[in-house]
């Protein structure tokens, strides 16, 4: 057996773990290991024979006899793993995870503490928390540029590192954009294959090293002698899409500064950038092809205009001399040529209110863009008023409820339910043909509703309607160029509202518009 108890002994003195025997009764320490003596760093010496509260900060100890961890283990939790603090003889606290036994020999009481030094593990845990809490702000930023100042900003202040530079590259050199605690100089190059940054963007994977005065890649910045020569490198790639979009370079003046922990902490910070930046440039591209799509639709408009008023002087000319030839010459042509004429003349007609429309069209959301304080009211009989004539000839009716002040451009507001208001009497064969105004005041807008008890609209056009010039009817049918719903919908765009239409066959349409109870008037 005596052999037996050396193998056990060994074992006690060499375990990693700090090992403390202690008398349970009085809290005095009889025994310790290596271990244990490095992790208080304290002489055998100086322990053996002390009370055990020598190990535990004033937060750990009760009355000055036990530690709270250690009643613990000696009344409900023997045997299990608790937490606590230890301090060394310099002050420094420790973590330690504890697992206390206790043993009865021969009616004395011993107690076995065997402590797990956890003081990294903790750091770890903390920080790794801290920067994934940090990360948020990553999300909220709007360029890539503001995100470099953030990067830096929590790697110092979470992981406490001093010297951090962020890196792009430039063809084949590697170029520091941001730094902190080191001063780099604007003009700064490192050739991208020697450098260790470099080699992050060349492989795509963090390089850690422990010694970079060994590395053959190691690049001595000789600028400034103030700069202190650094030992300890992490070179952590941002990879976009399969792109390095940049590196971060961490420096340390110590040997073996970094550890695989801080290397796969910031390898997951790093996803996080990297979603970040892609979700920038998915922004900043969605932001140019709407400022592309913008810009076409003032050209198109700005052309419409331009051609549209220029059609119209030659159209002039059309329609007067077919009317010249008519009235000069009308008893020299034949009924047919007269008939010709005649037809010419009313295709110039028709041509003019589509390019009188086109030209209505092109104007919104650039001419009469003046906003004022409109009496929907006031506005409504104005309209009644403008479209008499269909409304005596047709016998029709137009039913206004009571209505809202809005702050709009008039004249749009005017034009959008004169348009919604004229449909619904024109495409309308009841014995009374009845629109109908009202409104509802909802959470962020106005819900307007223009009912009509027409002729309705079949579903397979649903789509169609609000398309420039197309039309359900032929003209002998019914009167337009079908650009009247057209000019709706971009009046209603330009106000940041929405147009849509419910309707059955035979039995009327709906047609509803919103606008927004503050407007921001929008580029259409
Ligand atoms: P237009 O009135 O000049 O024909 P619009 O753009 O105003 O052009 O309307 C497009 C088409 O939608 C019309 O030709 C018609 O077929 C249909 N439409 C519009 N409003 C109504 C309505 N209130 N009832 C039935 N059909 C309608």
Redesign the pocket.
Known sequence: MGGSEEIYRKLFIESMDAIFIGDARTGIIIDCNRAACELVGREKSELVGQHQSILHPASERIDGTMTRTFLQHMTDKEGEVLEAQVVTKTGEIRDVAIKANIIEIRENLYVQGIFRDVTDWKRYEGQMRALHISADKLAVTKSVEEIYDIILDIIRSVLGFEFLGIAVREGESVHYVKALGIDIPPDFRAPIDKSIAGRAFLTGSTQLINDAKIDPDYHVVEVDASIPSMRSELAIPIVVDTKVELVINIESTKLNAFTRRDKDMLDAFADRIAASIKIIRHEEELQHYIEELMRSNRDLDEYTYVVSHDLKAPLRTIRSFSYLLLKDLGDEISEEGRDYLHRIANAAINMDALIEDLLLLSRVGRKFTNVEEVDLNQLLREIEGDLKPIIAQRKARVVVNELPVVHVPKTWMKQLLT?LID??I??NKSEVPTVEVRFESRNDDYMFAVR?N????PEQYFDK?FKLF????PREE?E???????ICKKIVDYFGGQIWFE?RLGEG?T?FFTIPSSPKLGEV
């Not at 027409?454 to 609209?457: D, Q, R």
């Not at 337009?480 to 057209?486: E, F, R």
């Open positions: 348009n449909n619904g024109k495409f009509d027409g002729i309705g609209i309607i197309e039309r359900l009817h019914y337009g160029t079908g650009a009247g719903l057209a309707s349409s047609f």
